[in-house]
């Protein structure tokens, strides 16, 4: 289970701290068990992560179906934004 610390992290924080691991672990220049440790971190975070993008989705649902659309639409990059 997460701790209190890792739940207080807003998504944000979250997302900013699973990038800096990524960088770590790519340069190659970690211990195996500094980059084992950076792993599991990356992974809690990760579950955070999921769980409060989950958290806003059923939010959004409800709120959709308070105003009569019940139903969210997959979100579509046009093509220029495709293509950049």
Same mark, same amino acid.
């Given at each position: 289970?997460?701790?209190?610390? $890792?739940? $207080?992290? &807003?998504?944000?924080?979250?997302?900013?701290?699973?990038? &800096?691991?990524? !960088?770590?672990?790519?340069?190659?220049?970690?211990?195996?068990?500094?980059?084992?440790?950076?792993?599991?971190?990356?992974? &809690?975070?990760?579950?955070?992560?999921?769980?409060?993008?989950?958290?806003?989705?059923?939010?959004?649902?409800?709120?959709?179906?308070?105003?009569?659309? &019940? !139903?969210? $639409?997959?979100?579509?990059?046009?093509? !220029?934004?495709?293509?950049?």
């Amino acid at each position: 289970m997460p701790s209190k610390k $890792n739940l $207080n992290l &807003t998504f944000e924080q979250s997302l900013s701290e699973l990038e &800096t691991i990524v !960088q770590s672990l790519e340069q190659g220049e970690l211990s195996l068990e500094e980059s084992i440790n950076l792993f599991e971190r990356g992974l &809690t975070l990760s579950k955070i992560s999921q769980e409060k993008l989950q958290s806003a989705e059923q939010k959004v649902k409800i709120l959709l179906s308070e105003h009569g659309k &019940t !139903q969210l $639409n997959d979100f579509q990059l046009s093509q !220029q934004e495709q293509a950049e």
